[in-house]
């Protein structure tokens, strides 16, 4: 069973910079993909970026392109979001998914995911 756990979340002023992180377990994770997606109160589930653990290939939704960055580090099973010039709305609940295959048409789809971390919340004042 995939585990990811969610951290790095918190408050932080327009203009700021956050990293969340995501720690993968259970699995040999080689033809995974990984995403980023994020909900904001009653608004629906939106992409924001992705990554295929073996090749390291990105994907951005167009809001945050430009000013996220996605990573991996095969060592500690562990898929980074690194947020830079944040804007207040950029608040959401930001969760990692993991999907057991790869197709590039398929990438920027909540339900291409077959596992879901918690979610941990970010916010960002104006």
């Known amino acids: 069973q995939v585990q990811l756990v969610e951290s790095g979340g918190g408050l932080v002023q327009a203009g700021g910079s956050l990293r969340l992180s995501c720690a993968a377990s259970?699995?040999?994770?080689?033809?995974?993909?990984m995403g980023w997606f994020r909900q904001a109160p009653g608004k629906e589930r939106e992409f924001v970026a992705a990554?295929?653990?073996?090749?390291?290939?990105?994907y951005y939704g167009r809001s945050v392109k430009g000013r996220f960055t996605i990573s991996r580090d095969h060592a500690k099973n562990t898929v980074y979001l690194q947020m830079n010039s944040l804007k207040a709305e950029d608040t959401a609940v930001y969760y990692c998914?993991?999907?057991?295959?790869?197709?590039?048409?398929?990438?920027?789809?909540?339900?291409?995911?077959?596992?879901w971390g918690q979610g941990t919340q970010v916010t960002v004042s104006s």
């Open positions: 998914a993991a999907a057991p295959r790869f197709d590039v048409n398929y990438v920027y789809i909540s339900r291409w995911y077959d596992y």
């Open positions: 259970g699995r040999a994770f080689s033809t995974y993909v």
């Open positions: 990554i295929t653990w073996s090749g390291g290939n990105t």
